[in-house]
């Protein structure tokens, strides 16, 4: 790689691009005998979600960087144990609050102390604790072993889905207290275990102060994204900005200003004009800018939940591209469908796809394609993303620009075989 010259203070918005691709797997060679684990240590937090369309968003993660890695290796990569220096199973992975609920790397728990904190020391639930339900729970936990919600005596008072027990209650509020962990997800329920068990001794500890929590966890989340605004780095682990302002300037982080992420205006029109927009302050991780960003790029479906795209307007900000998930969009109200997939091409978003699946089909409801010469980046998204999950098949339905579905259509075919 060639070396930039430093100090380097401003970017342009097309280095800023290329750092922040590198910086999440998608630009240059990855290591990719680390795997599933080197992707979840890299980008530190890992979005899950409930919605399964080709695939649960946590598995859609590693597959964007890693190509058709399978899917129960995702899993067991995410959950397995392996025996640590005391003989004892030690998790690779635990699940808590960070952007969302998130896969986090388990050397990562020291650094939420300061939330596990503010959870133990938070006034008001909306949920009630029945009394001695809570120690009830951790007594259960702590002679059966790993257990879900079920398990521990139920989930749900009734049949609606907010209606907690008195059990679902005590053992979340446990593991917002760092007392339990979620250990694995068990046809998706979590399965919650003594963190004094499940946590690596060296790591079982609330020794950080609040300061040094945040300024690591500020100093990840810069190394994650390559460059960012401050609202940008405050979002990653949904840190308030005064956080971050609090701790940014002793991160190792490094102020940079980026020519073009100014505003006014986002989206397609405003992205014609991104040559007039004034340069916005930034910070940006000083490994990265001490190289310019080279290799092959990949080219994929994305998760809406992938930390590349999962901020709205860092995402209009950086490719241009405006893009929302309307899954709890009403049906007639929807513009690109329940998952609309951004497809990623040349460090670009060119394009969205809404796919499901009917047998051994990938179905692609609803394309868009950013102009004829996206059409076989988006083929090749389509057939790559059918392979994955055992398909033989890709069917196109619905083009936004008609005149390109037959192109589409036919470069699918040619890579089908």
């Not at 001695?132 to 702590?142: A, C, E, N, P, W």
């Not at 992938?306 to 929302?324: K, N, Q």
């Not at 899954?327 to 796919?355: E, I, N, S």
């Not at 890709?394 to 192109?407: C, G, H, K, S, T």
Request: glycine share 8%.
């Amino acid at each position: 790689m060639t070396s930039l010259p430093r100090p380097l203070t401003e970017l342009s918005a097309d280095e800023a691009r290329r750092i922040v691709l590198r910086a999440q797997g998608f630009l240059g060679a990855q290591d990719r005998r680390a795997g599933v684990r080197g992707v979840l240590r890299h980008l530190g937090a890992v979005q899950l979600d409930t919605i399964s369309v080709l695939a649960r968003s946590h598995e859609l993660v590693p597959y964007a960087r890693l190509g058709a890695v399978g899917r129960k290796t995702v899993e067991q990569a995410y959950w397995s144990s392996s025996p640590s220096a005391g003989g004892a199973a030690a998790p690779h992975a635990f699940e808590y609050w960070s952007h969302a609920a998130c896969i986090l790397p388990v050397e990562e728990w020291p650094h939420f102390a300061f939330r596990r904190r503010a959870y133990r020391a938070r006034p008001h639930w909306n949920h009630e604790l029945p009394d001695g339900t809570y120690d009830q729970v951790v007594k259960q936990l702590r002679a059966e072993g790993p257990l879900t919600a079920t398990d521990l005596g139920g989930a749900k008072k009734t049949s609606e889905w907010w209606d907690w027990s008195g059990t679902k209650v005590a053992v979340e509020r446990a593991l917002m207290y760092g007392e339990v962990v979620c250990v694995e997800r068990r046809g998706w329920k979590r399965v919650y275990d003594l963190a004094e068990r499940a946590i690596p001794a060296s790591l079982l500890h609330d020794d950080l102060d609040d300061a040094e929590c945040l300024r690591r966890l500020v100093r990840l989340a810069g190394q994650a994204l390559g460059v960012g605004t401050r609202a940008d780095i405050a979002d990653y682990h949904r840190l308030r900005g005064d956080q971050v302002d609090a701790v940014i300037a002793d991160s190792g982080l490094v102020p940079v200003t980026v020519r073009g992420w100014g505003r006014p205006g986002t989206g397609k029109a405003a992205g014609r004009r991104l040559g007039a927009r004034p340069a916005a302050d930034a910070w940006a991780d000083p490994v990265a800018l001490a190289t310019v960003p080279r290799g092959r790029h990949r080219t994929t479906l994305l998760s809406p939940f992938d930390s590349l795209v999962w901020e709205r307007a860092r995402t209009e900000r950086i490719f241009d591209f405006t893009h929302r998930l309307e899954a709890y969009t009403p049906k007639p109200k929807r513009v690109h469908g329940y998952f609309a997939m951004p497809v990623l091409a040349g460090g670009r978003l060119v394009g969205r796809v809404d796919p499901a699946r009917e047998g051994g089909t990938l179905v692609a409801k609803q394309v868009t394609v950013d102009g004829v010469r996206a059409v076989p980046a988006v083929a090749q998204a389509l057939v790559e993303a059918a392979s994955w999950v055992d398909c033989a098949d890709v069917r196109v339905e619905r083009v936004d620009a008609p005149q390109l579905r037959e192109a589409l259509v036919t470069e699918i075919s040619r890579l089908l075989g």
